[in-house]
C-alpha cells in the first residue's frame, strides 16, 4: 500500500498545500519517514490525513471561480466504525463550501471498501450545495451497491457513463467538462 501514490501530474496547475484557502495549506510531507498507517499498512506520505484511521484523501484540483475541486480518495470508506464521512465534511468539504465550492469530483479507484451508516452528513452536504453535485468516478461496483442499497445514490452520482478510466489523460478542467456534462444531463 505505501507504492500507491495520489495522482501527481496536475500539480502543474495546482498544489493544495500552497492555496491559502486549502484545508492542507502549508502541510508538510515527509518523504523520507512513513507515519500514516491504515490496519498497520504504511501508506504513501502525500496522502493527506482528513481526522479519519481508514481513509486519507489529496485535493487534485480546485476552480474556485467555476466552484469546483477534483478529490482523490485512498483506502478504506468505513462510516459505521470511524464515521468517515463525518472526517471528510468537517475537516475538508465545510472549508471548501464556505469557499463557494458546489461541484464535486471525487476519484475512487484506490477506495478499496465501504461501510456505511446514516446518511445525515451526505443529507447535509447535498442541502449546502443546492446548485451543484457530487459525483463519483471510478469507484468499484461493490461501492455502487452498498450505496444503491442505503440510499446515498440519492446525494451521489456514479456509475455508468462516470467511469472514466482515462481521466489521467486529461486537464483538470476537462475532466470537470465532461463529468458536468454527464451530472447535468442525469439531473436534467
Known amino acids: ?4 501514490e495520489p495522482y501527481f501530474n496536475w500539480e502543474k496547475y495546482y498544489i493544495a498545500r500552497d492555496d491559502v484557502r486549502s484545508p492542507f495549506h502549508n502541510e508538510v510531507y515527509n518523504l523520507v519517514q512513513y507515519t500514516h498507517d491504515i490496519y498497520g499498512y504504511y501508506i504513501h506520505p502525500l496522502w493527506d490525513c482528513i481526522g479519519s484511521e481508514t481513509l486519507y484523501i489529496k485535493i487534485l484540483y480546485i476552480d474556485y471561480q467555476r466552484q469546483f475541486a477534483i478529490i482523490e480518495l485512498f483506502g478504506e470508506w468505513n462510516d459505521a466504525l470511524h464515521n468517515d464521512i463525518m472526517h471528510l465534511k468537517r475537516n475538508v468539504l465545510d472549508v471548501l463550501i464556505n469557499h463557494g465550492i458546489n ?27 443546492e446548485d451543484g453535485w457530487v459525483a463519483a468516478v471510478n469507484f468499484r461496483d461493490f461501492i455502487h451497491y452498498e450505496w444503491k442499497k442505503y440510499r446515498l445514490d440519492y446525494y451521489l452520482n456514479f456509475g455508468g457513463n462516470l467511469e472514466i478510466e482515462e481521466w489521467r489523460t486529461m486537464k483538470p478542467n476537462q475532466l470537470f467538462d465532461m463529468v458536468n456534462t454527464l451530472v447535468t444531463r442525469r439531473i436534467g
Open 103 to 129: 461541484h464535486y469530483v471525487l476519484i475512487g479507484e484506490h477506495v478499496f471498501n465501504f461501510h456505511a451508516s446514516d446518511e445525515c452528513y451526505y443529507e447535509e452536504w447535498f442541502e449546502e450545495i
Open 1 to 4: 500500500m505505501h507504492n500507491i
